[in-house]
């Protein structure tokens, strides 16, 4: 019988202690596999016209890396985030047939989780499908955030540590980095730190859910929290759920 106060626990650790991708492709993959049959995980970078792959199969030492052509990245958006079945799919590494793929879109990467079949059996039989895959949107959604938050602050420090043109371009009042817009020009966003970082993804969990923090649908769920632990965070951060109502 599969768990779900316990899966959404060993999801919600997963991904909070494994802040980088690599280390999240083998947390996660865990994780799962304690709960519904993993056959492999996949994380896919395009470079180019090639994709760098990462495959593993949870739970055993039969890894695999290369490139393929970037195709093999071009999800359609509406398949993002969505089981879809697959006619017995032969896996990289896994020995298990691939009855069923989730993929979810980090930053610039895309995760690819492979389910044997008996594993899309057991989520029908607890009726756990829809909820496993909204979770793990709301988490790849965060990590996405945090991804792209901590690639954009080794861009600004990286551009301090150069050396200056000029002897008054030593000194930066604020760290910008330039975003283009739809009109062409650019304008400067401001770097977040971690706790800004976080406001703007619990705000954002919020927003989406017009500020309800408990229960199925609620932003404790979405972000993986107790409702108790997003409540404490949040007067940490001075959000008021009010102003999302």
């Given at each position: ?96 047939p691939i009855a069923g793929r ?12 492979a389910l044997a079949q008996r594993a ?126």
């Open positions: 019988m599969l768990d779900r106060a316990a899966l959404l626990h060993d999801l919600a650790l997963a991904f909070g202690a494994n802040p980088g991708l690599r280390r999240l492709l083998v947390g996660l993959g865990e994780a799962l596999n304690r709960h519904v049959a993993i056959v492999e995980m996949e994380l896919g970078q395009r470079r180019g016209d090639r994709a760098r792959l990462t495959v593993i199969e949870p739970g055993q030492v039969r890894r695999w890396s290369g490139e393929r052509s970037s195709r093999v990245l071009e999800v359609p958006p509406a398949e993002l985030g969505c089981l879809i079945r697959c006619d017995q799919e032969v896996g990289r590494v896994g020995i298990e989730i993929r979810l879109a980090l930053g610039d990467h895309r995760l690819g989780i899309i059996d057991q989520l029908e039989q607890a009726d756990a499908t829809a909820m496993l895959l909204a979770v793990l949107a709301a988490h790849a959604r965060c990590s996405s955030w945090l991804v792209r938050t901590a690639a954009v602050s080794q861009h600004a420090n990286r551009a301090r540590r150069a050396p200056a043109v000029e002897p008054a371009a030593a000194v930066v009042p604020e760290v910008a980095v330039a975003v283009a817009v739809a009109d062409g020009h650019a304008e400067p966003t401001p770097v977040l730190d971690f706790a800004e970082a976080q406001r703007d993804a619990i705000a954002h969990a919020l927003a989406s859910t017009h500020g309800k923090i408990y229960g199925q649908g609620g932003a404790a769920l979405l972000l993986g929290l107790k409702p108790s632990t997003l409540q404490s965070k949040m007067r940490k951060l001075g959000l008021d759920r009010g102003q999302f109502v």
